[in-house]
């Protein structure tokens, strides 16, 4: 989506299930899941830094679907849900891979927003691992990856980043705590990072992690709000 406004003329795609992102604002910042000065801080970085321009026009596509670009390069759309709904990786003719934002970083899986998914995180990167190519393509920072060697040693260290974020979001629970210690305490960004939604990312991973501590029996809730390892 960044850039888009400057791309007016261009078709646009997005998937099925994140297309109402490409059709309006309030489409996109509801995939975020932000509220009140948040959202509305939010907003205005979006269409000031970003280029955003609501593209009624977009048409949606799902897993499998090809795209003819002519002179016999043809894109696959690879649903790859988890970071959003509806993220998706890209085939591309002549041994490319487009990983879109399984961006490979020392940062790890981003999953902070309303419409991502952490199980279906783990199952897309997993599903991805397997993929044969030559060349495997970020939509940023570590831009091109040569070479499934290395692709897959990437692939496995970005992935180890959720267990870590799991084992010390644990061993925060030797005293009972709350969703809000746990944004305050800052398990995704350092404390020095003051993005207008940092809270709201810690926020739902925090969620997403005690959800599973609980399905695991890692964890209880103590009180109303308090979770305690288990």
Same mark, same amino acid.
């Given at each position: 989506?960044?850039?888009?406004?400057?791309?007016?003329?261009?078709?646009?795609?997005?998937?099925?299930?994140?297309?109402?992102?490409?059709?309006?604002?309030?489409?996109?910042?509801?995939?975020?899941?932000?509220?009140?000065?948040?959202?509305?801080?939010?907003?205005?970085?979006?269409?000031?830094?970003?280029?955003?321009?609501?593209?009624? !026009? %977009?048409?949606?596509?799902?897993?499998?679907?090809?795209?003819? *670009?002519?002179?016999?390069? /043809?894109? #696959? &759309?690879? @649903?790859?849900?988890?970071?959003?709904?509806?993220?998706?990786?890209?085939?591309?003719?002549?041994?490319?891979?487009?990983?879109?934002?399984?961006?490979?970083?020392?940062?790890?899986?981003?999953?902070? !927003? %309303?419409?991502?998914?952490?199980?279906?995180?783990?199952?897309? *990167?997993?599903?991805?691992? /397997?993929? #044969? &190519?030559? @060349?495997?393509?970020?939509?940023?920072?570590?831009?091109?990856?040569?070479?499934?060697?290395?692709?897959?040693?990437?692939?496995?260290?970005?992935?180890?980043?959720?267990?870590?974020?799991?084992?010390?979001?644990?061993?925060?629970?030797?005293?009972?705590?709350?969703?809000?210690?746990?944004?305050?305490?800052?398990?995704?960004?350092?404390?020095?990072?003051?993005?207008?939604?940092?809270?709201?990312?810690?926020?739902?991973?925090?969620?997403?992690?005690?959800?599973?501590?609980?399905?695991?029996?890692?964890?209880?809730?103590?009180?109303?709000?308090?979770?305690?390892?288990?």
């Amino acid at each position: 989506m960044p850039g888009n406004g400057l791309f007016t003329d261009a078709r646009l795609g997005i998937h099925d299930d994140d297309l109402h992102a490409a059709h309006s604002l309030d489409g996109l910042l509801d995939i975020y899941g932000l509220e009140g000065t948040v959202r509305s801080d939010f907003a205005t970085t979006i269409l000031t830094e970003f280029n955003y321009a609501a593209r009624p !026009d %977009a048409e949606g596509f799902s897993d499998g679907d090809v795209f003819d *670009l002519g002179g016999g390069v /043809e894109v #696959e &759309a690879v @649903h790859l849900p988890g970071h959003t709904r509806g993220h998706s990786g890209f085939r591309i003719s002549d041994g490319v891979f487009f990983l879109s934002d399984i961006d490979l970083t020392g940062f790890g899986p981003y999953y902070g !927003d %309303a419409w991502s998914d952490l199980e279906q995180f783990e199952s897309s *990167l997993l599903q991805v691992r /397997e993929e #044969e &190519a030559d @060349h495997y393509v970020t939509f940023h920072h570590k831009g091109v990856i040569s070479g499934r060697d290395t692709f897959v040693e990437m692939c496995d260290a970005f992935t180890a980043v959720i267990a870590r974020r799991h084992d010390a979001m644990l061993e925060f629970l030797a005293e009972p705590r709350t969703i809000e210690d746990f944004v305050a305490h800052r398990f995704i960004y350092r404390p020095h990072v003051d993005h207008v939604f940092a809270d709201s990312v810690e926020r739902r991973s925090a969620e997403l992690h005690v959800d599973r501590m609980i399905a695991r029996g890692e964890a209880t809730e103590v009180d109303a709000g308090r979770w305690q390892r288990a």
